[in-house]
């Protein structure tokens, strides 16, 4: 109808296998539409949000280069502003030996350690997640603080439109329980015991 082609914006559905746990569209849903950014990566693999703007970028100017619609799809929602707000992704390499180091840490130790490096930060972040803790401390390591997000000259080069769906708290839970039980129905926990049996570890299951 629109002359358009999806991107994918769920950081997760990037991840080859990761298909009945993430919701991921099957290819009779696709009704023959091109989408882009699924299964491109090994979950054995980090794919950051920096990797995942640069390979975006690229394929929103194939796509407008065919006289098509580029439409973004989420997913996670720091994705799409990483497009449309032309935000500067700083691009540090993963520090593995450090990971390994505060992977030992605790959950509170962690957030003392971001909050004592850089407070700014650490008020942004979701301090719950471990994940996000360590690469915001491994970021500041390199770079000396996590770079407030920013816009680059220039990168407003598209029109676009945003469309977003609201709920109340309540009503997004109750949906949100609803579509956790259809996907364990649907064969979620055999899905995690095969990417297990394959070789993905348990650890690293629990990081996606």
Request: aromatic residues 6%; glycine residues 6%; proline residues 4%.
């Amino acid at each position: 109808k629109y002359n358009g082609e999806i991107i994918s914006a769920d950081s997760r559905q990037a991840y080859k296998g990761l298909d009945i746990g993430t919701g991921k569209i099957t290819k009779k849903e696709m009704r023959n539409v091109p989408h882009h950014m699924l299964d491109i990566i090994s979950p054995k693999k980090v794919f950051t949000i920096a990797e995942w703007q640069k390979q975006t970028e690229k394929i929103i100017v194939d796509i407008i280069g065919r006289d098509k619609i580029p439409i973004i799809c989420g997913g996670t929602g720091f994705y799409i502003q990483s497009i449309v707000d032309g935000v500067v992704l700083p691009e540090v390499a993963p520090n593995f030996e450090l990971r390994r180091k505060l992977e030992k840490k605790t959950l509170s130790q962690l957030q003392t350690i971001l909050k004592k490096l850089d407070l700014k930060r650490f008020k942004e972040i979701d301090t719950q997640n471990k994940v996000r803790l360590i690469r915001a401390i491994e970021i500041v390591t390199v770079i000396g603080k996590v770079p407030p997000i920013r816009q680059a000259q220039g990168k407003n080069l598209y029109k676009f439109l945003q469309i977003g769906l609201t709920l109340p708290p309540e009503k997004l839970k109750e949906k949100i329980s609803i579509r956790l039980f259809a996907r364990i129905r649907e064969g979620m926990i055999e899905e995690a015991r095969s990417l297990h049996k394959n070789g993905l570890s348990w650890k690293r299951m629990k990081e996606l």
